[in-house]
Each structure stands twice: as C-alpha cells, then as structure tokens.
C-alpha cells in the first residue's frame, strides 16, 4: 500500500522568504512523485514530478524537490516567496503497489504575507 | 479545444435526485479518475478507469456510478443524491503512469 503525509495544513511565509512544504510517502518499491498547485476555484496543475535519474527536480515557478529514498521524503521548496504563490499544495505518490493510482496527500494552504 | 472539460460548472439539486457529472477529454489517454474535494479531507478518489469499459472503485465509491463506453467520456452519477455528496468533484485524466494528471476545472455541487 501507499500512502501521503503533508506535514502542516497550513504554512505562512513572508515575501521573499524561504518556502518549505513537507512530503513523506510510504511505499515499498520506489515510487512515482509529484507536486501540485491549485489556485482558487481551479483544478489541479502540476508543478514539478520524479520518476528516474536526478533525484534533485526543478519545476515551474522557481519551485525544486528532492527526492530522498533514505527518508522517503519529497519536500519542496522555493527560495523566495511570491504573492502569487499563495495557493494549495499537494504532493501526491503513484507506485505499482497501488497499480499506480495516485494517492494525494490532504494538502497545504501556502499563506504569504507582503 | 484540446483539454479536459468538466460539465456543469456549478449544479444545485435536491436530495433524493439523480445527477450526472460529465468529463471530456481530448487527448485519448487511456486513464481517467474522478475526485471529490472537502476541506480536511483532500482530494478524494471515488472511480476511475484505465480504458473504455474498465472502470474500478476508488476510496469512496458508495452512492456514485460510472461509465466509460468511449476512451474520451467518463460520466460520474449520483443515483439518489445525499447532503453529505455536497462537495467539489474534479474529473483527471492520464496516458502511462509515469506521466501528469491532467486535471479539469471542476463542478461545484449543492445537495439540498
């Protein structure tokens, strides 16, 4: 089985500061990773994935993860902050133990303030 | 236009009603998933389907029913619907499992 933690329901930053948003997923073969974004009354989009290679993934709008097989962690990160950035976060895992039916964590409210 | 398309946008209806969300997409990917979206709960999967007459239950599928007949339609009815199926339901649709979610705009529903 596979299953999404997304540490914090919320996470308040100041514009310009560092945007850390927390993943950890459980799964016992490597899986399939992905961030996304959902602004207000829209659906989802993605922002950056890992499948194979560089375990370090550069995405849209500044944003990167890393995968780390050690800590089962997919965190993602911004070095400055927008106003724009303020939206919903979801990191989501896809692994053959779950025939690749992604599973989504609950999310993470990213609050900016100016 | 290419994409994937959510129908209605917003419906309001009353308990005991039969509803029917309609998903279209025009890429032919060969899986497509319907979520439901409440607040503390995440996105939710109800159904989803990895090709034309292969449908299969997600975490929550009790009180909806889906078809797929053709790769770019997968219809998503609320036979008898309840309060608690108020929610925003979003439609998804994907080619190989390496590969993105492609996620419509969703439809917000009311049960009265």
């Known amino acids: 089985a596979q299953s999404v933690t997304q540490l914090g329901s919320h996470v308040s930053v100041s514009e310009g500061a560092l945007v850390l948003l927390r993943c950890n997923y459980s799964?016992?073969?490597?899986?399939?990773l992905f961030w996304y974004v959902q602004y207000p009354n829209q659906g989802l989009q993605l922002l950056l994935k890992?499948?194979?290679?560089?375990?370090l993934v550069k995405g849209i709008n500044g944003f990167e993860a890393e995968f780390k097989k050690s800590e089962t962690s997919f965190h993602l990160t911004k070095p400055s902050a927008h106003m724009s950035d303020a939206a919903e976060y979801f990191c989501?895992?896809?692994?053959?133990?779950?025939?690749?039916?992604?599973?989504f964590g609950r999310g993470t409210s990213l609050i900016v303030h100016p | 236009d290419a994409g994937i398309t959510q129908s209605p946008r917003y419906k309001i209806t009353e308990t005991g009603r039969q509803v029917t969300l309609m998903c279209h997409q025009t890429?032919?990917?060969?899986?497509m998933f319907w979520y439901r979206q409440d607040l503390g709960h995440g996105l939710r999967l109800i159904y989803y389907?990895?090709?034309?007459?292969?449908?299969d239950k997600g975490e929550v599928p009790d009180g909806y029913v889906v078809s797929r007949s053709k790769t770019e339609n997968f219809p998503l009815t609320l036979e008898s619907a309840t309060r608690s199926q108020t929610s925003v339901y979003f439609c998804?649709?994907?080619?190989?499992?390496?590969?993105?979610?492609?996620f419509g705009p969703g439809t917000r529903l009311l049960v009265l």
């Open positions: 989501a895992v896809s692994a053959p133990g779950g025939s690749y039916i992604p599973t």
């Open positions: 890992y499948t194979t290679g560089a375990t």
């Open positions: 890429w032919s990917h060969s899986y």
């Open positions: 799964s016992s073969v490597p899986p399939y």
């Open positions: 389907s990895a090709a034309a007459d292969i449908t």
């Open positions: 998804a649709s994907r080619g190989q499992p390496q590969e993105t979610q492609y």
